[in-house]
C-alpha cells in the first residue's frame, strides 16, 4: 500500500502548486516607487525643571553643614508655599570638603569648609518656574545650574510629527506617479526615524540675585519645542 500511496502523493502535491508556480512566473513584478518624507511639529512647554544650588563656607566643618542644611530647609519651605510637593524635590548631589591654603608656607592647612548641595525640583505648572527660581534664591540658593523646559505628551507630538512625515512621502510619491502616468496601487515597504525629543536647556546659569524685596521677579519664557520625523516608504506603482 505504502507503494501505491507514494506516488499518488506526489502527483497530487504537483497538480495543487503547479498552478501556482506558473501564475507567479507569469505575474511580472510591478515598479516600486521609493520617496522619503519628513514632518515637524510643534508644541508650548507644560512643565519644567530647575536644578538650584547651594554652597556654604565656614571656618569649620559644623558651620558649614548647619548653614547648608538650614538654607536647604529654608528652600523647602519656600517651595511648599508655591504648592510644589515634596515628591517634586530631590536632592541630586551634595558634597562637603575642606579647603586648605594657599600660601607656600601653610600648604596643607586646613582654613575653612565647603559644603555644597544640589537640588532638582520638577514644576508642573510651567508658569510657576519663575516663582520657583525667585523663591529659592530669596531663601538661600545662590546658583540656578539649570532650567529645562519640556512637554509631557511627547507621545503626542510624535504620532503627530510620523503622521505629516508620512503625508509629505505621499504627496511627494502622488505627484512623481501622476508625472510618469501611473497610479499608486500598495505600499511594498517602510521604515521611519523620529527624532529624540530634547527639551529646551538653558545650562549654567549663573541667576545672583538681591534679597532685595523690591527686586524684580524673574521671566522666564517656555517659547516651543518642536520634534521632527522622517519615514522611507516604497510604493508599488500600476504598469
Known amino acids: 500500500m505504502k507503494t501505491r500511496f507514494f506516488p499518488a502523493a506526489m502527483l497530487l502535491c504537483c497538480a495543487f502548486f503547479a498552478p501556482m508556480t506558473d501564475c507567479a512566473a507569469a505575474e511580472p513584478d510591478l515598479p516600486i516607487l521609493s520617496v ?10 507644560d512643565q519644567a525643571a530647575v536644578t538650584l544650588g547651594i554652597v556654604t563656607r565656614a571656618e569649620t566643618a559644623g558651620e558649614a553643614q548647619q ?44 582654613i575653612g569648609y565647603t559644603a555644597s548641595n544640589t537640588i532638582r525640583v520638577k514644576v508642573r505648572n510651567v508658569a510657576l518656574a519663575g516663582d520657583v527660581v525667585d523663591a529659592a534664591l530669596a531663601s538661600g540658593a545662590n546658583t540656578v545650574r539649570s532650567l529645562d523646559f519640556s ?64 527686586a524684580e521677579s524673574t521671566p522666564l519664557e517656555a517659547g516651543t519645542l518642536s520634534l521632527t520625523a522622517d519615514v522611507h516608504i516604497e510604493f508599488i506603482l500600476s504598469r
Do not use: C, W
Not at 75 to 93: C, Q, S, Y
Not at 98 to 105: D, K, V
Open 151 to 214: 512637554i509631557r505628551d511627547t507621545d503626542g507630538m510624535r504620532r503627530r510629527a510620523l503622521e505629516s512625515a508620512v503625508k509629505d512621502a505621499r504627496d511627494k510619491a502622488d505627484a512623481i506617479a501622476h508625472a510618469l502616468g501611473k497610479s499608486i496601487v500598495g505600499v511594498h515597504h517602510v521604515t521611519e526615524n523620529t527624532g529624540m525629543f530634547q527639551p529646551r536647556q538653558s545650562n549654567g546659569m549663573m541667576m545672583m540675585k538681591s534679597m532685595d524685596a523690591a
Open 36 to 45: 522619503s518624507g519628513s514632518g515637524m511639529v510643534q508644541g508650548t512647554p
Open 67 to 110: 548653614e547648608n542644611a538650614a538654607k536647604a530647609t529654608a528652600i523647602r519651605n519656600a517651595l511648599a508655599a508655591l504648592g510644589i510637593e515634596d515628591k517634586d524635590i530631590k536632592t541630586e548631589d551634595y558634597n562637603f570638603s575642606p579647603e586648605y591654603s594657599r600660601e607656600r608656607n601653610e600648604r596643607g592647612v586646613i
